[in-house]
T-cell receptor, first 113, second 117 residues
Framework: GDSVTQMEGPVTLSEEAFLTINCTYTATGYPSLFWYVQYPGEGLQLLLKATKADDKGSNKGFEATYRKETTSFHLEKGSVQVSDSAVYFC????????????FGTGTRLKVLA | GAVVSQHPSRVICKSGTSVKIECRSLDFQATTMFWYRQFPKQSLMLMATSNEGSKATYEQGVEKDKFLINHASLTLSTLTVTSAHPEDSSFYIC?????????????FGPGTRLTVT
């Protein structure tokens, strides 16, 4: 069935370090792909998305490219800040009569000053 | 814009009682509302999908009679946990979706922490 696999965390980085959080998916058809972020004590917020192959989503310095050949949507940021500490969820959206979202397990990022 | 609220944010109830959680889209009409359950250090598990005026579609393994969903209007959906037990303690998150600009967008509520004692 359709699924999303994320790298396990937690990921601990120093400020200004490079971040990569891996995400791969399995889906029939052509899903849209998303990264959501959940800050402590808050709900999920959309970080970025890509709706078709080779699209690059970007927001707040984060980027992810929809790679159909490797079924991946890895999240990257060139220089993380303490304020980026949060849990990041990769998700796909498929349409099967109605839209349905499937989430990965989440990766906790902790950035140290 | 596109704010989704949930009420209450936290609730503690005794085993055997029922609890109702409300999900509202404050400034838009939602085509569909989703209910998720999030376990500690785990992902969101989709429980059900509901469209206004129709019965909710439950995911496999989710008990319809235990988790009652009512989608009374385009801005309100409720989840009632009936005869709650300690194993129902969890973080429940709703989201509201709408079509916008040729696309489809989902907005999440802040979640409700349910503790059953």
């Amino acid at each position: 069935g359709d699924s999303v696999t994320q790298m396990e965390g937690p990921v601990t980085l120093s400020e200004e370090a490079f971040l990569t959080i891996n995400c791969t998916y399995t889906a029939t058809g052509y899903p849209s792909l998303f990264w959501y972020v959940q800050y402590p004590g808050e709900g999920l917020q959309l970080l970025l998305k890509a709706t078709k192959a080779d699209d690059k989503g970007s927001n707040k310095g984060f980027e992810a490219t929809y790679r159909k050949e490797t079924t991946s949507f890895h999240l990257e940021k060139g220089s993380v800040q303490v304020s980026d500490s949060a849990v990041y969820f990769c998700a796909l959206r498929i349409f099967s009569g109605t839209y349905k979202y499937i989430f990965g397990t989440g990766t906790r990022l902790k950035v140290l000053a | 814009g596109a704010v989704v609220s949930q009420h209450p944010s936290r609730v503690i109830c005794k085993s055997g009682t029922s609890v109702k959680i409300e999900c509202r889209s404050l400034d838009f009409q939602a085509t569909t509302m989703f209910w998720y359950r999030q376990f500690p250090k785990q992902s969101l598990m989709l429980m059900a999908t509901s469209n206004e005026g129709s019965k909710a579609t439950y995911e496999q393994g989710v008990e319809k009679d235990k988790f009652l969903i009512n989608h009374a209007s385009l801005t309100l959906s409720t989840l009632t946990v009936t005869s709650a037990h300690p194993e129902d303690s969890s973080f429940y998150i709703c989201s509201a979706a709408r079509r916008r600009g040729g696309g489809y967008e989902q907005y999440f509520g802040p979640g409700t922490r349910l503790t059953v004692t």
